[in-house]
């Protein structure tokens, strides 16, 4: 059995048609309702509540919290302030990137780290001969993400904390209905956004209290369908879908370094001694062999090799996690690895992987698609991540 | 002199701004004058009642298309249109028939009232969308005119004559038949179920004066089935803020191409020289000269207001003056405290975020007409009802909400004419007809809007309160549309062109006339 997340007694009630996945070993809606349109919609025009309690949990505190932290990750803990969150990823020795996730500084001396996978044994490598303690706390702390362009507007209603003073990726410890919670201005989607922390107990109050003050803005659950699509749209990467975290590589070329995933820029160059620094610098200093990009596959072309079959194009309301080949002139110089319709751009978007010096913004690509059984070539555009970037992510 | 423009397009409609983005992409320096205070024409978001946001006249979006979104970049400017996922139509007998978003859920519902349209719906659906795959070529070329021997008209007329035959007989003949045949005849082919035939036929009524009866609107209703959104044909959506959203997505693509855009400036008359259009003057005097002017405006203000008939050939104005507009619809816009409870589906379930259409049976559906086909409105008319509060919070204050309702028939030629208690007595048939269905609906009303066609032409200018700036009936479509010989977008006068929804291929918010006409333009003056 998948084990449940604490807001299930809610979410099961809600998902329609019993679409389920699995999601780090839990049990997660795809959606409630039978496909993702409504919940997408409520993303990025209302506000959209998002069960992602599945994230592994951490709280690491001690004397040398920060100092395992910082050997960890690749960005500048000393630099992290407190009621300040992270986005970084973090490396194995050889500098390819072992998972991705947030630091939040909790306090003055004690932080909270989420993953993908699970990461208790490497804390626990790293923290060697340090005075430090990793509690895994990913069952005891229910999480859910309230997105939208309305998130906000909800949680005044519900919280006395002065919003404004939240800035985008900021931590504040505050009461929605008097349940104690955390939260944060992060998120998966790219929109305005908050994530919520709460004791696993007071899950299901937690939810009730957010779909009551969320119902006159529109507040809509939603499932990890409607999630793939935003975090497309804003170029956010997962883990084992858009990257192999280097412990799960069979195979070196697996493996990337952040710089082949779009996250050099999360690479503190100046830092003190971390996991893979001198690998990095290294790579740095030749420049990285991929670059990791948006593709927009442009329509006409696309509709062409539809037409030749009669077909008005097909596309799906749900985003596909496939590999597939990129050409430029018939050489393969990459693949793609995650993609979709976005019904907000109207544009059809893949994230892929490409060989220097392909990734350059403009490039025009090819993007193998598979039509009525046969294989045939889309022309696509190189574009610079994310796709979509709204004012109010960040205002 | 050089003029400062080289074209001004009369009227900010959805597709004279269409045409000036287009005009100005191409590098054409472009002026839009627009006579109200707001841009869109009839598709325009109007706070009436403090708080509340009403799509006033056009409310949903289905055939705007996809080539213009593209090409000018219409999501980056506001574009964003919300899934409109479900119809539902309250029976006289308590019970309801919907359509839902999923394919299942809308097959195990029609089960419950005709196993055998259910199968059919299937195969109903797939020669739609084949019907429209055949239509979809039509809507993206410039009318040619089969009487004419021009290479441009021949080379047309035989794409157009291959495309066909590659449809093969039995699509073809499906077509012949959706293009002559009643909407309620050609329904009566495939299903048996009343309300079901009641609402897919009310399709077929939209906008016109004609009965679901009435031979012809077979092809309205195919006109409804011909959005492309996102890829799928007859996907109908909501523009977030409302259809002026649309309206204000495009002025924004125009403008990031230099078009310049006036509002509050009335065009009085284009300027016509020996047989060329120069500028516009504006009321209050304003003349601006321009190497040609565009008319996003309908043909009879294209032809007999912005210009002189004299300078106009008889024929034509002849053709202009039989073109039927008569508008046949209204539109009722409410703010509400609160939902509607609907009796057969009590609660504020997901249909409420969908379409409510009173379209009950056949027989309701055509003495709806019968009244108006003597000069009055319906004592029972047709209705489609959206909430878009329900899909857009932001149109209304939080926990309030607004409700849009088009209604037909309301003949703009009413016996003894519209007045403000005739306009409201309609408006009470309206409220009255829906708390039928949903009886607490009166006591929410906290403000009421009432349009009659005669309020739509006073507001857009649209003549009769056509919505369509002039009905979709057979005779006035391609190469008829506006007129013959001059479905083209051109006029007589040299340098003045045509635009609008009046103008192939017609109506709804497509776009489609104004990204032809300005094809044509950029194609005639280099």
Redesign the interface.
């Known amino acids: 059995m998948l084990k449940t997340t604490p807001f299930h007694p809610r979410t099961s009630a809600l998902v329609r048609?019993q679409t389920w996945r699995r999601w780090a070993g839990y049990q997660m809606a795809s959606a409630y309702?039978?496909?993702p349109?409504?919940e997408y919609?409520a993303i990025?025009?209302?506000a959209a509540l998002i069960d992602v309690s599945p994230l592994y949990k951490y709280r690491i505190a001690g004397r040398d919290a920060m100092r395992l932290l910082d050997r960890t990750i690749t960005r500048d803990m000393t630099k992290l302030k407190p009621g300040q969150v992270y986005y970084t990823p973090w490396c194995d020795a050889d500098g390819k990137v072992v998972d991705d996730g947030t630091v939040t500084r909790l306090d003055e001396g004690s932080y909270r780290l989420t993953s993908a996978d699970s990461s208790l044994r490497w804390l626990h490598l790293n923290a060697a001969g340090m005075d430090v303690r990793v509690d895994d706390i990913s069952e005891r702390v229910g999480a859910v993400s309230l997105q939208g362009p309305?998130s906000r507007?909800i949680l005044a209603t519900v919280s006395p904390l002065d919003l404004r003073s939240l800035p985008y990726f900021r931590y504040a410890e505050t009461t929605i209905r008097d349940i104690p919670v955390g939260l944060s201005r992060t998120g998966y989607t790219g929109d305005l956004g908050y994530e919520i922390w709460v004791d696993a107990e007071r899950a299901v109050p937690l939810w009730d209290a957010l779909m009551e003050a969320g119902?006159?803005?529109?507040l809509t659950p939603a499932g990890v369908w409607a999630l793939d699509i935003a975090r497309i749209e804003a170029g956010l990467i997962m883990m084992d879908v858009d990257y192999y975290s280097s412990h799960h590589a069979l195979i070196e070329q697996r493996k990337s370094s952040p710089y082949e995933i779009n996250l050099g820029w999360a690479v503190s160059a100046g830092k003190g001694p971390f996991n893979g620094r001198r690998a990095l610098a290294a790579e740095r200093t030749r420049g990285a062999a991929w670059g990791f990009v948006g593709l927009e596959i442009e329509?006409e072309s696309f509709e062409r090799l539809f037409a030749a079959h009669?077909l008005?194009?097909?596309?799906s309301?749900v985003a596909w996690r496939a590999s597939a080949p990129i050409y430029d002139a018939g050489r393969q110089i990459g693949y793609a690895t995650s993609g979709c319709?976005s019904?907000?751009?109207?544009?059809l978007l893949a994230l892929a992987h490409l060989r220097a010096p392909y990734f350059t913004p403009g490039t025009r690509v090819e993007l193998e698609i598979t039509v009525e059984h046969q294989r045939r070539r889309a022309n696509a555009v190189v574009r610079k991540l994310p796709f979509f970037d709204p004012e109010r992510k960040k205002a | 002199m050089t003029p400062r423009y080289d074209a001004i397009v009369v009227g900010g409609g959805h597709n004279g701004l269409v045409a000036a983005a287009y005009l100005a992409r191409a590098g054409r320096r472009t002026l839009v004058l627009e006579r109200r205070h707001v841009l869109g024409g009839a598709a325009v978001t109007e706070e009436i009642f403090p708080g509340f946001k009403f799509t006033v006249f056009s409310y949903v979006v289905s055939l705007l298309r996809p080539e213009i979104i593209r090409d000018l970049e219409l999501p980056r400017h506001g574009l964003q249109i919300l899934p409109l996922e479900s119809t539902v139509t309250p029976l006289d007998n308590g019970d309801y028939l919907a359509g839902w978003a999923d394919p299942d859920e809308t097959r195990r519902e029609l089960c419950r009232h005709s196993p055998r349209d259910a199968d059919a719906a299937v195969v109903f659906g797939r020669l739609m969308h084949h019907m429209a795959m055949a239509v979809k070529p039509i809507l993206g070329m410039v009318p040619p005119d089969p009487t004419s021997l021009s290479p441009g008209d021949l080379a047309g007329l035989l794409k157009l004559g291959g495309h066909f035959r590659s449809l093969g007989p039995e699509r073809f003949h499906a077509l012949h038949k959706l293009m002559t045949m009643s909407s309620a005849d050609y329904l009566d082919e495939w299903f048996e179920f009343g309300p079901l035939k009641a609402t897919k036929s009310a399709s077929g009524i939209i906008g016109t004066f004609l009965g679901p009866r009435s031979p012809g609107t077979a092809y309205v209703l195919l006109h409804h089935y011909m959005g492309e959104l996102d890829g799928a044909f007859r996907a109908w959506g909501f523009q977030k803020g409302g259809t002026g959203g649309i309206s204000e997505s495009i002025a924004g693509a125009a403008r990031a191409h230099g078009v310049t855009i006036r509002t509050s400036a009335a065009v009085e008359r284009v300027l016509v020289r020996n047989g060329q259009a120069t500028g516009v003057v504006l009321e209050g005097g304003e003349e601006i000269p321009a190497k040609i002017v565009v008319s996003g405006l309908d043909p009879r203000l294209t032809f007999t207001r912005l210009v002189e008939p004299k300078d106009l050939p008889d024929s034509l104005v002849e053709a202009v003056r039989r073109f039927k507009f008569r508008g046949s619809s209204g539109k009722v816009n409410l703010a509400l405290a609160g939902l509607p409870n609907f009796t057969c589906i009590p609660g504020e379930g997901p249909h409420l975020r969908g379409a409510v259409s009173i379209s009950p049976s056949v027989e309701y559906l055509e003495r709806a007409y019968d009244d108006a086909k003597y000069g009055e409105f319906s004592r029972h008319p047709y209705m489609d009802i959206v909430i878009p509060s329900m899909i857009d919070p932001s149109m209304a204050p939080p926990g309030k909400h607004v409700m849009s309702v088009f209604v037909q028939y309301a003949p703009y030629n009413l016996n003894g004419g519209w007045t403000d208690a005739k306009r409201e007595a309609f408006g009470d048939t309206v409220v009255d007809t829906i708390a039928r269905y949903a009886p607490n609906l009166k006591s929410l009303i906290l403000h009421r809007q009432v349009l009659t066609p005669l309020d739509m032409e006073r507001i857009t200018g649209l003549s009769e309160g056509n919505i369509f700036q002039g009905e979709l009936a057979l005779q006035q479509l391609f190469f008829l549309r506006p007129a013959p010989r001059w479905a083209k977008y051109r006029t007589p006068i040299r340098g003045y062109w045509q635009c609008g929804a009046g103008t192939h291929p017609g109506g709804g918010i497509m776009g489609a006339s104004g990204r032809l006409a300005a094809m044509e333009i950029l194609r005639s003056t280099p």
Not at chain 1, 215 to 218: E, I, L, S, V, Y
Request: charged share 25%.
């Open positions: 048609a309702d039978p496909h349109d409504r919609a990025r025009s209302a309305l507007a119902k006159p803005f529109g329509w009669g008005p194009p097909q596309i309301n319709w019904p907000l751009l109207k544009k």
